[in-house]
């Protein structure tokens, strides 16, 4: 079965500062999502990334799909307190409907 | 535009009763899916409804279950509490069902069973 890892699991990282989180996949992605968390609250949809090489920005977050479609980044560039939560990366399984998920990584920003 | 919304936001039970969590998909959509994320395990697949059928099921026992109404509005039913059932639960809804659609997530369901 796929699965998906993500690192780091956690970052501590000093307002204004660019950081970087990665999700590898076991199996090649047909469909790749990122969503950030508020602890113990729903997931917000930031992304999806569909084709080998597809980049795509929001604000200050940019998500990418490697070109064999492995491996996705998701980087935040001059990171805000407001960035601080947990980011999940989830891929579509292909039973159908499924979504699996990493782990998540836990991101906190020091003003 | 109104989001996926869930309740209870919260619900207490103790061991051997039944709980019930119901879900509003956004207006449109007509898939609803439910995952749990329980501490230390991750967010877990639990159940897919499209049109009122329950398309995919995740690795849970059969005491997890629910349906889907004709407004597309879902409901979870889990019978037989047990400890390790307290996690938060979310729902999910897609605009059309399956593959390479964009799930929206509710705001959950915090579940404690005692």
């Known amino acids: 079965s796929q699965e998906l890892e993500q690192s780091p699991q956690s970052l501590i990282v000093q307002e204004g500062k660019n950081l970087t989180i990665n999700c590898t996949s076991s199996?090649?992605?047909?469909?790749l999502y990122w969503y950030k968390q508020k602890y113990g609250e729903g997931l917000i949809f930031l992304m999806m990334?569909?084709?080998?090489?597809e980049e795509k920005s929001h604000e200050k977050i940019t998500a990418k799909l490697d070109e064999k479609k492995q491996q996705s980044s998701l980087h935040i560039t001059a990171s805000q307190p407001s960035h601080a939560g947990i980011y999940l990366c989830?891929?579509?399984?292909?039973?159908?409907?499924?979504?699996?998920f990493g782990q998540g990584t836990e991101l906190s920003v020091k003003p | 535009e109104a989001g996926v919304t869930q309740s209870p936001t919260h619900l207490i039970k103790t061991r051997g009763q039944q709980a019930t969590l119901r879900c509003s998909p956004i207006?449109?959509?007509?898939?609803v899916y439910w995952y749990q994320q329980a501490l230390g395990l991750g967010l877990q697949f639990l159940l897919w409804?499209?049109?009122?059928?329950?398309?995919n099921r995740g690795n849970f026992p059969p005491r997890f279950s629910g349906r889907q109404f004709p407004n597309y509005s879902s409901e979870l039913n889990v019978n037989a509490l047990e400890l390790e059932d307290s996690a938060l639960y979310l729902c999910?809804?897609?605009?059309?069902?399956?593959?390479?659609?964009?799930?929206?997530f509710g705001p959950g369901t915090r579940l404690l069973v005692l």
């Open positions: 999910a809804s897609s605009l059309v069902g399956g593959y390479q659609e964009t799930q929206y």
């Open positions: 199996k090649t992605l047909y469909g």
């Open positions: 990334l569909q084709k080998g090489g």
């Open positions: 989830g891929a579509d399984d292909n039973q159908g409907g499924k979504l699996i």
């Open positions: 207006s449109g959509h007509t898939s």
């Open positions: 409804y499209d049109e009122g059928e329950e398309r």
